[in-house]
Structure formats: C-alpha cells, structure tokens
C-alpha cells in the first residue's frame, strides 16, 4: 500500500476539492481514500510514505491527442525543408520522417515520447501513430514499450492513401488488429480507437472499408480541417464540408475523437454536437502549423466535449494551457475570455474523453479513482487555496516541476528518478536509432 503525503492536495472533485495537508492513500492500482495526512498516516500506518516535501499532490495530467512517430525529430533540420504552408509541412517533416520509420525506429520514438511524458506527469495518452516505413506490428511495438515504462494508453494507426493502396490496407490491417488484441485482452492500460490521418488523404472508398473493418469495436480517431487542404478537397470532389463527410460515410459518434476541428463551421458543430462526438484542441501545435485558432469557446457553448491535447509540439500540457488562454484571448481580442474553458478542457473534458475508453476515473484524486498521481515541487510565494488553484497551475507551474509521477498505483518516477528503468541505456540505444533516421533524411552520417 502507498499514502502520498505532506503536501497541498488538488483533487478535481467536487465533494473535496483541496486539502492544505492532505494524503493519498493508495490499495493496488487503485485511490482508497484522500484525507488529512495526520489521519491517513494513523489509520494506514504500515503504507509505503511517499513525502512530496510540501509541493502540490494532484491527479495525473492527461493527453488527449499526440503523435509518438514524432519523438525523434526534437533537433532535427531535414535540408532543403522550408515549408511555406501547411501541406508543405505534412510533405517536409512529418511525412518524410514516418515513410522512414522502421519498427526499432517506432520503439525508439515510442520510448523518448513516454519517458517525457511521465517526466512532466502525463499518465494517460491518446497516441495517433504513422510509420509508412513498417506499418505491420507497429501497434504492438508502441504496446510493449508503453506496458514495460508503465504508461496509460490509448493507440491508434493513421489510414491515409498518400502511399498507395497497399500501405492504406496496412493501416486499415494494423487498426483491426491491433483494436481486435485490445478488445480481447481487455488490459487495463491499453486500449484502441481506429485511426485516420486527415480527410484529404482519405476517399469514401477508405472510409468504408475502415468502418467495415472496425466492425463496431471501437471509436475513431482522426484529423479533422487542421488546414483549409481538408475543407477544399471535401466541397470540391465530395460537395460537402468534412464534417458532413465524416457523417455520410459513418464515422461519428459518442467514442469518436476529432483532432483539430479549426475550419468547421457553425453547423458543421452542430453535427458534431448532435452526434455526441468528441473534439481534442492541440494550440501549440496550431500556432506552430499557422493553420489557425480553433473555435473551441464557440464549439463549448454549443455543448460539444472539446479537449487538449499537444499534437506532440510538447508533452508539458500546462504549457499548453498556458498557450490555449493566450491563443483564444488574442483571436477574440478579449482579456477575459477562455479561463473556465482552459481548466474545463484539460481537468473535466479530458477526464470525461479518457473514462469512455478506460472504464475508471482518471484525472481525479476520490476513492475508487485509478491511482495516477503526480507530486509537483511548487512552493507558493502568495496565498494558496482552493479559490485560486487555478491561477497557480496557469501561472506559477509547468510540467518539469513533477518530482514524482504514479501511474496505475505504480511508482515510475521518484525524486526525479526513473524508479524501474534504465534511462541511461534506453536513452544510448534512442540515440543510435535517431542517428539513423536524421542519416537517411539527409542522406549523410550523424
């Protein structure tokens, strides 16, 4: 048994939403009560203590939507890559790097993904893979590193015709099988969605062949008007916008996760509403791509479950609730807009993403909740307290102050040390395989 004690405790619920001294008391992968530390320590006296030195005890951060095959491009310049739009960027970068990755090449990515992740105290992911270079087994490759580093996650391949029918069968394979493993072992830390990259890469010939192969088993995860490529290509060979596409060709629905949503237009939202879809924002990753601010305040007003995620431009999603306030603020030329929709994104919203595929309540500290917790070194210099939590987190943290990191009732990261693993040999063996890839892009060692 573990009780994470000595600290100020946020706890997303309600009923008990903050305690100045509190405890975490954890049975297996399992939260069994949160109280006054004193107490918990009288009444669980032979519990493992986890001391977290006076910071902040909270819930684990979740990721709604990110890419692993993008883990080793951190540093990288491909030469003679100077994009001047977004399918420029598609076609430069990310592409070039996934038609490249083999499945050493996905485990490496996978690896430097999750470590950081649960450096800055991410304990669930929703991951949207490519690797053109080796599609088959890719999954199960991301699967066997996210089960031996303890992440939570949630895993799918991106279907796209940009390298022929024969990889867009892979893909469509992959994500069968993969989501057909998922369902049958019924692990409590992996699941599946069925992946699609973006509707411009995707015909209705695709589509149905996806929903055929998906069978009903699980949601789909896709790219939706990330750039006016999918807007265009929808009015001009469809005759309908992207969301209208999505519904004609069955893929909506209340498991059914849409990346981006920045070019959707008011009814286009309400489709999406009535359809009890999901929408995940990504705003670094936006601003990076210049493809625009979502209209999230509008789509959260209408009802729709909106919440965040990085795109992969970084794994620290404080920061990326930092950057979500200011991107809004500045497209409505309001300074007082985006706050409440900031804090609903990633504490409600994405809690309410992640139960509907893992069946437990995550992003919360209550009894009954999965044993995700993170303890992150912040020492106020003005008044804390359950009225101005919020404004600490957006102001004064980022994810790097994570001292410790549980994941699943698991201790993976303690004192700012891998507790099971060896990063010094995990990290020798990413770098061989990064010198690899950045060899191949540029055609010359590293």
């Known amino acids: 048994m573990l009780l994470i004690g000595n600290g100020r405790v946020i706890t997303r619920d309600g009923d008990n939403p ?3 001294d509190g405890a975490v008391a954890i049975d297996g992968s399992i939260i069994v009560e949160v109280g006054e530390r004193g107490a918990l320590r009288k009444k669980y006296p032979d519990a493992e203590f986890i001391d977290a030195r006076g910071g902040v005890i909270m819930p684990g951060l979740i990721n709604a939507h990110t890419h692993i095959y993008s883990g080793l491009a951190r540093g990288l310049s491909i030469e003679g890559n100077n994009p001047t739009n977004f ?3 598609l076609e430069g970068t990310w592409w070039a790097i996934d038609r490249r990755l083999t499945l050493d090449g996905t485990r490496a990515s996978a690896y430097a993904t999750i470590l950081d992740c649960i450096r800055n105290g991410v304990t669930t992911i929703f991951d949207h893979h490519a690797s053109f270079g080796e599609i088959p087994g890719s999954l199960f490759a991301i699967k066997d590193v996210a089960k031996e580093t303890g992440m939570r996650a949630c895993l799918c391949y991106e279907v796209s015709e940009r390298d022929g029918a024969e990889k867009t069968a892979q893909g469509i394979k992959e994500n069968a099988d993969f989501a057909k493993w998922a369902r049958d072992a019924d692990d409590p830390m992996i699941r599946a969605m069925f992946g699609g990259h973006a509707l411009f890469t995707i015909s209705d010939r695709t589509f149905e062949k996806m929903v055929e192969a998906n069978d009903g088993m699980t949601g789909f995860h896709i790219h939706v008007a990330e750039g006016m490529n999918d807007v265009y290509d929808s009015l001009r060979n469809y005759g309908c916008r992207p969301v209208n596409r999505l519904l004609y060709n069955g893929i909506l ?3 059914t996760l849409l990346g981006h949503c920045i070019h959707v237009s008011p009814a286009e939202m309400d489709i999406i509403r009535q359809t009890c879809t999901m929408v995940v924002n990504n705003p670094e990753s936006n601003m990076g791509n210049a493809v625009g601010c979502a ?3 509008q789509m959260l007003k209408k009802g729709i479950t909106v919440g965040m995620g990085t795109d992969a431009y970084t794994h620290d999603m ?3 609730m930092k950057v979500f ?8 030329a309001l300074p007082n807009v985006a706050w409440g929709e900031d804090v609903t994104m990633q504490f409600v919203n994405n809690r309410v993403i992640a139960q509907k595929y893992f069946g437990v309540p995550l992003g919360i500290l209550k009894a009954g909740a999965a044993a995700d917790v993170i303890v992150m070194d912040y020492k106020p210099f003005t008044p804390f307290s359950d009225a101005n939590i919020d404004g600490h987190m957006l102001f004064g943290m980022n994810g790097r102050n994570c001292r410790t990191t549980v994941i699943n009732g698991r201790v993976l990261y303690r004192d700012r040390q891998f507790v099971d693993l060896d990063e010094e040999r995990i990290n020798a063996w990413t770098l061989e395989q990064s010198k690899r890839l950045w060899g191949e892009l540029n055609h010359r060692q590293y």
């Open 87 to 89: 399918l420029e960027v």
């Open 253 to 255: 629905g209340d498991r």
């Open 318 to 320: 404080l920061e990326s």
């Open 18 to 20: 903050y305690l100045p």
């Open 295 to 297: 209209p999230v305040l």
């Open 325 to 332: 306030l200011i991107i809004q603020r500045h497209n409505a």
